[in-house]
């Protein structure tokens, strides 16, 4: 069963329920931001993750005596490590900075309406992010241009669902590419005087290193600071994933690999034969053409011996080993099931940044300026990053300070109140919801909705007639627990 959404639509910042963005939304504050954590600030006073909701939580604790609980975001996943966990709270704190920044243009808007229109800027910068700066650098440029090519407008028979090997094998293949080291590094990108490198299963569900040692700095200067490995046939993954897995409420150490092998099994996925001739790729059947497809002959027996039939071939180990096409991180295999994917989720997606009647032509300009280092950048003592995060570069040399790379400028998203806007006033608040403003009809109208757990009681719209809204406003009511 699918718990989260295919779309590319920031819901690991937003949650796939309404149940849970309400929990992270900050609704008492009125101000359209995400909540953050109440009992921890970093060093520099920016916001932290907020904590689960049940506690004591199951995340590892370090010896201070304060505990530090598992951190809450939209994907369940965020405290698996310390670089995720990083990254989600570069989200978080890029919600608010937008947010602040649209009520400052925008005072006539509702926390709701600015809550929104920030969530749509964010699921646009996750689309840019990933399609423009992170997507060709896996598949290479020419599979991209081959499976992806240019976006040419919503297509309604496309379907953008997640295939199931994409998410059960294909898109895995980010598991080889883990380093068994996290390191930490200083402002000089060296490696930090106070907080030493670690073991990557020291960072496994720890975002107590996040809070007292140093916060998502260190970390992230370690991620970008540091080449991915080179998928080696003879070593797919490093041992931290395979040997010292750590997994909550499991005593013992797990095999990340032996969880791909089984979870495609589980699935039902055909072999690895079968999705080459998917991909209009030749079926291996040789071990000749094996030793070809893989390039090391060494490692094509050992598949040989252990599957006795190619067609046996589990796809995630087949994809894995195929050589590494030009300026790509995966094999044609790969390349060909990603690329397919992706092309699906932006020409399916009716919401997707570029798609018709979703942004304006300026806000389209002002979104393609921002990139993950710009975002480093504004929310974090980060002062100098690569001009593209994804390419690993020396540093100083391949560094450069902040106020070169481009910013959006949200005056893109200044909107002045409409003559009937001030005819009628803001619509009437309501306890436990909220109100969105549309035109569609040709008339203001206020388009009310109720906080999870609640339920609307009367009118769903008022409309703006004369100088007065047509109706009372509605009321919330229910229990939201």
């Known amino acids: 069963m699918n718990a989260i959404t295919s779309f590319m639509d920031a819901s690991l910042v937003y949650g796939h329920s309404s149940q849970l963005t309400s929990f992270l939304r900050d609704l008492p504050g009125l101000n359209g931001k995400l909540a953050v954590n109440e009992q921890f600030k970093d060093p520099k006073g920016r916001a932290y993750l907020p904590f689960v909701a ?3 939580s199951t995340c590892r604790q370090g010896l201070q005596q304060e505990r530090v609980e598992c951190f809450s975001a939209g994907d369940s996943r965020v405290n698996e490590g310390m670089p995720l966990t990083s990254l989600h709270t570069l989200w978080l704190r890029e919600h608010n900075r937008i947010a602040e920044a649209l009520k400052s243009i925008n005072g006539h808007w509702s926390p709701e309406i600015i809550f929104q229109e920030t969530r749509k800027i964010i699921g646009a910068l996750h689309q840019i992010i990933t399609m423009r700066d992170y997507v060709p650098k896996i598949i290479g440029p020419e599979s991209f241009e081959h499976y992806i090519g240019p976006y ?6 496309t379907d953008p669902s997640a295939s199931n090997v994409f998410a059960t094998a294909a898109f895995r293949f980010g598991h080889a590419t883990i380093p068994p080291i996290l390191r930490r590094l200083n402002e000089s990108f060296q490696p930090h005087e106070r907080f030493p490198h ?13 809070v007292k040692e140093g916060g998502v700095e260190p970390v992230l200067r370690g991620i970008i600071g540091t080449a991915a490995p080179v998928v080696s046939t003879n070593m797919l993954m490093a041992e931290e994933l395979t040997e010292r897995l ?3 409420n499991v005593s013992q150490h797990m095999d990340l690999a032996s969880l791909n092998l089984q979870r495609g099994r589980d699935h039902g996925l055909p072999g690895y034969n079968d999705w080459r001739v998917f991909c209009g790729l030749k079926r291996v059947k040789t071990l000749d053409h094996l030793k070809e497809v893989v390039g090391d002959d060494m490692v094509a027996e050992m598949i040989q011996t252990v599957y006795k039939h190619l067609d046996n071939m589990d796809v995630w180990l087949g994809g894995l080993v195929e050589r590494l096409l030009p300026g790509s991180r995966t094999g044609a295999l790969f390349s060909c099931l990603i690329g397919k994917q992706m092309k699906a989720l932006r020409d399916g997606d009716s919401f997707w940044w570029e798609a018709d009647g979703v942004f304006t032509q300026q806000q389209k300009v002002e979104l393609s300026k921002v990139s993950l280092s710009r975002i480093i950048c504004d929310n974090t003592d ?3 990053v690569p001009y593209d995060s994804f390419r690993f570069g020396k540093y100083p040399t391949n560094y450069v300070p902040c106020n070169h790379i481009p910013s959006m400028n949200v005056n893109a998203w200044r909107h002045e109140r409409s003559r009937d806007s001030e005819q009628c006033g803001s619509p009437p608040k309501i306890k436990n919801g909220d109100f969105t403003l549309s035109s569609s009809s040709g008339k203001l109208a206020a388009l009310y909705s109720c906080y999870h757990g609640f339920q609307l009681k009367g009118a769903a719209a008022l409309v703006c007639e004369g100088n007065r809204w047509s109706d009372k406003p509605p009321q919330c009511k229910g229990n939201p627990h």
């Open 54 to 56: 049940s506690l004591p």
């Open 152 to 157: 040419h407008g919503y297509d309604p028979t």
């Open 198 to 210: 670690l073991r990557l299963h020291d960072t496994f569900f720890s975002p107590w290193r996040i």
């Open 246 to 248: 750590i997994v909550p």
């Open 382 to 384: 980060i002062r100098e």
